[in-house]
């Protein structure tokens, strides 16, 4: 079987962590080229890997068909860009963009070239987000009249890295709130109105460190928050309607799988230890349940680019719901600094 090639752009935490471990667990996949200023941590991990110094070398190798962009927020419309010119599919780590007319034009581009553009929101394949996106598609909790989720740390110190500077692009709105954001709208759709309250909490923070949007749909709200201050753990989702409640704590297992060196494919992975608590019936007692989320799946996004590649399938992640998200960080901002509602027509 030809492999499709791919070229990764960067490998920091993103690119070494989050793809390039994912995508080599995909047989039709081969991780053949990296752009990395740091040689020697790539070939440690991929030692047949080759290594050039910038993008614009990987972009001018013939062999790659798909890059990957892994490096920080600010750069990824130039790097995606300049991918696309150069006639490759590419894959853009969430956000998207800085702005939704930067996503445009990347849309605008791909969509000329004939190219597959897709964004890496691996956390639609969460296995508790799959759990509850099956318990609402089966309408097993009625009407919903609420959703919680949350994102919360306990991170006093502030790191030195770009994702805590104030660089285009850095902060958790910008980090968490494309995650947060984007399985809102897997579930819900686009929101009729936004209101954010965005704040820098911690000593010395260069960039927001706390959230918390609101979406209305109907009589349907929607509230994300994450925060850097939050000792005691928060329930992960919270979904309560005329049926039942659903209540899930803790994160999915498998950023923490890749990160002590695990794969997708490996025996148990995905299997969340934690059980969700599902709590249906109208009467006050009602019927309680510890259940059991389904296994995550992250390989299945790279699977899903090279079907999209090699067959002609959607992409994964379709752009435009990149876009979407985008539009709704920029109107969460507008709606912190103005401090109101904001329409969304």
Same mark, same amino acid.
């Given at each position: 079987?030809?492999?499709?090639?791919?070229?990764?752009?960067? /490998?920091?935490?993103?690119?070494?962590?989050?793809?390039?471990?994912?995508?080599?667990?995909?047989?039709?996949?081969?991780?053949?080229?990296?752009?990395?200023?740091?040689?020697?941590?790539?070939?440690?991990?991929?030692?047949?890997?080759?290594?050039?110094?910038?993008?614009?070398?990987?972009?001018?190798?013939p062999?790659?068909?798909?890059?990957?962009?892994?490096?920080?927020?600010?750069? +990824?419309?130039?790097?995606?860009?300049?991918?696309?010119?150069?006639?490759?599919?590419?894959?853009?780590?969430?956000?998207?963009?800085?702005?939704?007319?930067?996503?445009?034009?990347?849309?605008?581009?791909?969509?000329?070239?004939?190219?597959?553009l897709?964004?890496?929101?691996?956390?639609?394949w969460?296995?508790?987000?799959?759990?509850?996106?099956?318990?609402?598609?089966?309408?097993?909790?009625?009407?919903?009249?609420?959703?919680?989720?949350?994102?919360?740390?306990f991170?006093?110190?502030?790191?030195?890295?770009?994702?805590?500077?104030?660089?285009? !692009?850095?902060?958790?709105? /910008?980090?968490?709130?494309?995650?947060?954001?984007?399985?809102?709208?897997?579930?819900?759709?686009?929101?009729?109105?936004?209101?954010?309250?965005?704040?820098?909490?911690?000593?010395?923070?260069?960039?927001?460190?706390?959230?918390?949007?609101?979406?209305?749909?109907?009589r349907?709200?929607?509230?994300?928050?994450?925060?850097?201050?939050?000792?005691?753990?928060t329930a992960?989702?919270?979904?309560?309607?005329?049926?039942?409640?659903?209540?899930?704590?803790?994160?999915?297992?498998?950023?923490?799988?890749?990160?002590? !060196?695990?794969?997708?494919?490996?025996?148990?992975?995905?299997?969340?230890?934690?059980?969700?608590?599902?709590?249906?019936?109208?009467?006050?007692?009602?019927?309680?349940?510890?259940?059991?989320?389904?296994?995550?799946?992250?390989?299945?996004?790279?699977?899903?680019?090279?079907?999209?590649?090699? +067959? !002609?399938?959607?992409?994964?992640?379709?752009?435009?719901?990149?876009?979407?998200?985008?539009?709704?960080?920029?109107?969460?901002?507008?709606?912190?600094?103005?401090?109101?509602?904001?329409?969304?027509?």
């Open positions: 079987m030809k492999k499709i090639k791919i070229g990764l752009v960067g /490998y920091g935490f993103a690119g070494a962590t989050f793809h390039a471990p994912v995508l080599s667990t995909v047989a039709a996949l081969e991780l053949t080229a990296v752009a990395s200023s740091k040689p020697e941590l790539v070939h440690k991990d991929w030692p047949q890997t080759t290594v050039y110094a910038d993008a614009a070398q990987l972009f001018a190798d062999e790659i068909e798909l890059v990957v962009i892994a490096a920080p927020n600010e750069v +990824h419309f130039s790097l995606a860009q300049a991918a696309l010119q150069a006639g490759k599919h590419v894959v853009v780590d969430k956000p998207f963009t800085i702005s939704s007319a930067q996503a445009q034009t990347l849309i605008d581009l791909a969509t000329e070239r004939k190219l597959v897709s964004v890496y929101h691996n956390r639609r969460d296995g508790d987000f799959l759990t509850l996106k099956a318990l609402l598609a089966q309408g097993t909790l009625g009407r919903i009249a609420s959703f919680e989720s949350h994102f919360d740390r991170r006093p110190e502030i790191r030195q890295r770009w994702r805590e500077s104030a660089a285009p !692009g850095g902060g958790l709105l /910008y980090d968490l709130g494309p995650h947060m954001l984007d399985q809102a709208m897997q579930l819900f759709g686009t929101p009729e109105k936004i209101y954010a309250d965005i704040d820098l909490q911690r000593d010395g923070a260069q960039a927001v460190d706390y959230m918390h949007i609101v979406l209305y749909y109907d349907l709200r929607v509230v994300l928050q994450a925060g850097c201050l939050v000792k005691t753990p992960r989702f919270a979904v309560h309607g005329d049926q039942g409640s659903f209540v899930k704590f803790g994160l999915d297992p498998q950023e923490d799988a890749l990160k002590a !060196g695990g794969k997708p494919g490996q025996p148990g992975w995905g299997l969340d230890p934690v059980r969700g608590a599902l709590h249906l019936g109208t009467q006050p007692d009602g019927q309680f349940d510890h259940l059991q989320m389904q296994a995550g799946r992250y390989q299945d996004f790279y699977q899903g680019m090279a079907d999209a590649i090699s +067959h !002609g399938a959607p992409p994964p992640v379709a752009p435009e719901d990149g876009l979407a998200t985008i539009r709704l960080i920029e109107l969460a901002l507008q709606s912190s600094q103005e401090g109101r509602v904001v329409s969304l027509k």
